[in-house]
Nanobody, 129 residues
Framework: QVQLVESGGGLVEPGGSLRLSCAAS????????VGWFRQAPGQEREGISC????????AYIYSLKDRFANSKDSARDMVYLQMNNLKPEDTATYYC??????????????????????WGKGTPVTVSS
């Protein structure tokens, strides 16, 4: 059974950092792209980052690549999202995802939820002073 379990969310002040972790089980991280979606209050869920399985290349939406870093550790079956210089608009529930293929690109992220095979339950992040 495929499972994705997120951790690391919480309350952080603007300008602070958080690292989200995702424990993956039931599939091989070397065969699928994995990444993160988020859903802000009152908004639709959106794909924000991904990491390709074989070469570890990453993609992000907007200018998040300047502040966020998506990575994975296949040996530990872990996926990470390092978030720096957090802003109030980053407040959202963050979901770890397994994509349907090994494709990882900004275009693919913008295609939305149809590209996701498995969802984690999410971890909330609140950026506030």
């Amino acid at each position: 059974q495929v499972q994705l379990v997120e951790s690391g969310g919480g309350l952080v002040e603007p300008g602070g950092s958080l690292r989200l972790s995702c424990a993956a089980s039931g599939f091989n991280l070397d065969n699928y792209a994995v990444g993160w979606f988020r859903q802000a209050p009152g908004q639709e869920r959106e794909g924000i980052s991904c990491v390709r399985s074989r070469d570890g290349s990453t993609a992000y939406i907007y200018s998040l690549k300047d502040r966020f870093a998506n990575s994975k550790d296949s040996a530990r079956d872990m996926v990470y999202l390092q978030m720096n210089n957090l802003k109030p608009e980053d407040t959202a529930t963050y979901y770890c995802v397994q994509f349907r293929t090994n494709i990882c690109s900004e275009w693919y992220l913008r295609e939305g939820e149809d590209k996701v095979l498995t969802w984690g339950k999410g971890t909330p992040v609140t950026v506030s002073s």
